[in-house]
């Protein structure tokens, strides 16, 4: 059997490749994948782990990125700039493929030379320019500096799809200009799920709900979360854990959140409040926690001694 033609799978690759690049904030270090490394030129001690920009609208900045081949063999990469974006998964910071609309940097970065060959166990220099149009809105424009195998990767199994991997150096490009950050906790959802005789297992609450970064700047958000029921007491309060450490300008990330324990008789709220630096959103959701299977069998029977009332009684009457 014929093995299908190469695919378009490089956005998912690539978005694994730059998602895995460490935070800002962590020690400096190339983006690498264990065969070839992207990363900026720097000098001396002052290594950048990625390339922090700021520019007018209008305005052309150069700099240079370095091609790391790791392997025995040379190796042939595409070079190209990519905008980013946050994963639906889990909001980790992806690229754009070279095919798809670019907006920003992707849109407008130049490299010195479309493509590249590294011999075997050594580094590539290459400039750049990336050229801000003076129509540019002010704020954060992230992206990458994108290094993409030429070589198509063999897939696993008869039927498995080739791939090509890719390495991006990300790029924190800031244009100057009136910064406003601005998030938004958005449709709140609660899924329910309680066992069919109350007291005989343990209820749980899937709660989900969107993270939007409204603004021009990127957030590092934090979100805390707050339920209550009758008369306001407290059923739970606590800082989560499950949320993207950068939320990109105009991004939005659907994400849940396991409330294990949730209570099976009560009414009440859910409230999350997402806050970052200058900036507050919060948004929630009422619940109404009754079983169901012991309500329904409650009103049968109170159904059924009504209907049998009524029959004595019209029975008594004939009599």
Do not use: C
């Amino acid at each position: 059997m014929r093995r299908p033609s190469v695919p378009r799978l490089i956005a998912a690759v690539i978005a694994a490749a730059v998602a895995a690049l460490a935070a800002p904030g962590a020690p400096a270090r190339a983006a690498d994948n264990g065969n070839w490394a992207v990363f900026p030129v720097s000098s001396g001690a002052d290594r950048r782990p990625y390339f922090y920009l700021s520019a007018s609208p209008g305005t052309t900045l150069t700099d240079q990125v370095t091609v790391t081949n790791k392997t025995a063999a040379p190796m042939t990469f595409r070079l190209y700039g990519a905008d980013a974006y946050n994963t639906e998964r889990d909001g980790g910071f992806a690229v754009r493929t070279q095919r798809e609309p670019q907006h920003g940097v992707g849109a407008w970065t130049r490299t010195g030379r479309p493509a590249v060959t590294v011999p075997a166990h050594a580094s590539v220099t290459v400039p750049f320019t990336l050229t801000v149009p003076a129509d540019a809105e002010p704020g954060d424009h992230p992206g990458a500096l994108v290094a993409l195998d030429e070589k198509v990767a063999a897939g696993r199994g008869d039927l498995a799809m080739g791939v090509r991997q890719a390495v991006g150096a990300r790029v924190y490009l800031r244009v100057t200009g009136p910064t406003v950050p601005a998030l938004a906790v958005e449709d709140v959802t609660l899924a329910q799920h309680r066992p069919l005789v109350p007291g005989t297992g343990t209820s749980r609450t899937t709660i989900s709900y969107t993270l939007h970064n409204r603004g021009n700047v990127t957030l590092d958000p934090k979100v805390e979360l707050r339920a209550t029921g009758l008369f306001g007491r407290t059923l739970l309060s606590r800082a989560l854990t499950k949320v993207p450490a950068e939320l990109l300008p105009g991004q939005k990330v659907r994400l849940t959140e396991p409330w294990a324990g949730s209570p099976q008789l009560d009414r009440g709220d859910v409230r999350l409040t997402a806050s970052a630096k200058g900036v507050t959103g919060s948004g929630g959701a009422s619940f109404l926690a009754l079983p169901w299977p012991a309500v329904a069998v409650l009103v049968a029977a109170l159904a059924a001694g009504i209907l049998g009332w009524r029959l004595r009684r019209a029975r008594g009457r004939r009599g």
